[in-house]
């Protein structure tokens, strides 16, 4: 059984943006105003915003400048547990908060809007997903980290794209069986990387899927030196030209280590507000997509990541607003496989 992204999905997408209203434009002088406020309201109430790398430059901006940070939603949530503020404002999507949550249970999270949410979460329903585990209970589940709390739950294992090809490959080792969910792209790559079929779900991001392998070939004809850096939640036809394959983090890192001095990137373009920090002297080009204006809710800028602005950052820590609450019971099931999760990765590390 498969549930696809694709239409169905994507109707509703567009019904939940019919509705909802993004952050206006600032002008400079209300820029520094939010920021001014933004740093008073965290000090006084002792909290910390940690920020995703697809958020807004600005969202960014203000993050690395009251001390917070700007990562992936893993180390997101690993830096609020570790820190010593006793509020997290977490500006990324609805999981990332949740899953601020689950680590740092005794901690308040609070989110810029609650609305923001992800074509991978609503693309994978507890009742269809625990009903398609149900039907293999010989199989070790395996979620990606883009899912809900009670999809967690529900799974043996959360990983993230940094990691998701080792942790099938320990599986392997074990003699499991794997059932991946809910990203088809990541997961086919995955499948690619380690030769395991692996039973899938069928969801996919909104943002990767939009890359098109003719496009970035095209791109490539004008800047013939340059290097491609492709998110494995795209397309298997992208991934396959790519000259770096990997995660955020790991596409940064790429950005840094390679000699080549221009890049086209295929993924979401907030990324290059950290690329361009830490690769100064470098020049990165977004990645064509398939589509544009009215056509497409995402090329290549997720629409739920852009929901979080200074003003609704204001807002929520002045009005204690957009708390976010987890079951406990669930808190408890979905610790266990991100606690694995990071187990795993301090293994790898420690290798
Ligand atoms: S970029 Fe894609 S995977 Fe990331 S939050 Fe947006 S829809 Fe989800």
Request: aromatic share 6%.
């Amino acid at each position: 059984m498969t549930v696809s992204a694709s239409l169905k999905d994507r109707i509703m997408i567009q019904e939940h943006f019919a509705h909802e209203n993004l952050p206006s434009q600032l002008d400079q002088q209300q820029i520094n105003t939010y920021k001014a406020r933004i740093k008073a309201l965290l000090k006084e109430h002792n909290a910390c915003l940690v920020a995703h790398y697809y958020t807004d430059d600005i969202v960014q901006e203000i993050a690395e400048e009251t001390g917070g940070c700007i990562s992936d939603s893993l180390e997101m949530a690993r830096f609020g547990r570790d820190c010593d503020a006793q509020t997290l404002i977490v500006a990324g999507v609805k999981f990332m908060g949740e899953t601020a949550k689950i680590l740092s249970p005794e901690k308040r999270i609070l989110m810029p809007t609650l609305e923001a949410t992800c074509s991978l979460d609503i693309g994978c329903p507890i009742d269809e997903f625990s009903a398609f585990c149900d039907q293999h209970p010989d199989h070790e589940v395996v979620v990606y980290a883009n899912t809900s709390a009670a999809v967690k739950a529900r799974a043996d294992w959360v990983v993230t794209s940094s990691i998701a090809v080792d942790v099938v490959k320990h599986l392997e080792e074990q003699g499991k069986k794997v059932i991946w969910a809910p990203d088809q792209h990541l997961g086919n790559y995955v499948q690619k990387q380690t030769g395991i079929e692996m039973l899938m779900w069928h969801g996919s991001c909104i943002v990767h899927e939009e890359f098109q392998a003719k496009g970035i070939l095209d791109l490539k004809k004008l800047f013939p030196d340059a290097a491609v850096l492709v998110h494995p939640e795209s397309p298997a036809s992208v991934v396959d030209i790519a000259d770096a394959v990997g995660s955020t983090t790991q596409l940064i890192d790429a950005a840094m280590q390679m000699d080549n001095s221009q890049f086209i990137v295929a993924t979401d373009r907030g990324i290059f507000y950290k690329m361009q920090q830490l690769a100064p002297n470098k020049e990165f080009i977004a990645a064509p997509t398939a589509g544009s204006g009215a056509t497409c809710r995402s090329c290549a800028h997720c629409p739920w990541m852009a929901m979080n602005g200074l003003q609704n950052i204001v807002e929520c820590i002045e009005n204690n607003h957009n708390q976010v609450f987890v079951d406990d019971e669930l808190i408890v099931q979905a610790k266990k496989p991100l606690q694995r999760m990071l187990d795993f990765a301090q293994s790898l590390k420690s290798k």
